[in-house]
Antibody, heavy 123, light 108 residues
Framework: QVQLQQWGAGLLKPSETLSLTCAVY????????WSWIRQPPGKGLEWIGE???????NYNPSLKSRVTISVDTSKNQFSLKLSSVTAADTAVYYC?????????????????WGKGTTVTVSS | SSELTQDPAVSVALGQTVRITCQGD??????GSWYQQKPGQAPILVIYAKNIRPSGIPDRFSGSDSGNTASLTITGAQAEDEADYYC???????????FGGGTKLTVL
């Protein structure tokens, strides 16, 4: 049973850098996309970006200038850094495992999620 | 377009059938997936690859698709199905992930 355990600072001041890490337990790191998703209070889910085991990344265009996602395959961990945070970055941040099939029948899903980390940006 | 559109809210009487829809250009290329989220909890995958249920998801949940629309159907809705439901897929380029805005399901 694959589990994701995430951690990081929960309270930041404006202009600081958000830093979160997600560890993967009980499963392979390769063959999947490892994503970060956030959910502002009372709002919907927003995809931040993803990384695969080889370090290839994709980012949400609206956040790309401030986001860095990295991977440490030796520890089965991946991390999120979001720079220059503002109050608009206040949200619950989730890590998740994604799988894509692109072979005629195309589909994508996120089947394992972390429990979420509440990040508040306030002066 | 990289957007997925869902109705903000839907209601259903206990035991009746409800369909939640999701529209977007990317659904012409990718089957949508569906997630259930209850307050204070992480989302849970309930349907993927059009109509596959992960282990542990009740068979009253089913999925379908037509053109640019994916649908989640709950046949015989239960009180515990009251939740927010989100659709998701990769965008048309395949390089990004998109979520619908979510549908709040109320079971009356």
């Amino acid at each position: 049973q694959v589990q994701l355990q995430q951690w990081g600072a929960g309270l930041l001041k404006p202009s600081e850098t958000l830093s979160l890490t997600c560890a993967v337990y009980g499963g392979s790191f390769s063959g999947y996309y490892w994503s970060w998703i956030r959910q502002p209070p009372g709002k919907g889910l927003e995809w931040i970006g993803e990384i695969n085991h080889s370090g290839s990344t994709n980012y949400n265009p609206s956040l790309k200038s401030r986001v860095t996602i990295s991977v440490d395959t030796s520890k089965n961990q991946f991390s999120l850094k979001l720079s220059s945070v503002t109050a608009a970055d206040t949200a619950v941040y989730y890590c998740a495992r994604g799988f894509a099939m692109v072979r005629g029948t195309n589909y994508y899903y996120m089947d394992v999620w972390g429990k979420g980390t509440t990040v508040t940006v306030s002066s | 377009s990289s957007e997925l559109t869902q109705d903000p809210a839907v209601s259903v009487a206990l035991g009746q059938t409800v369909r939640i829809t999701c529209q977007g250009d990317s659904l012409r290329r990718y089957y949508g997936s569906w997630y259930q989220q209850k307050p204070g909890q992480a989302p849970i995958l309930v349907i993927y690859a059009k109509n596959i249920r992960p282990s542990g998801i009740p068979d009253r949940f089913s999925g379908s698709d037509s053109g640019n629309t994916a649908s989640l159907t709950i046949t015989g809705a239960q009180a515990e199905d009251e939740a927010d439901y989100y659709c998701n897929s990769r965008d048309s380029s395949g390089n990004h992930v998109v979520f619908g805005g979510g549908t709040k399901l109320t079971v009356l």
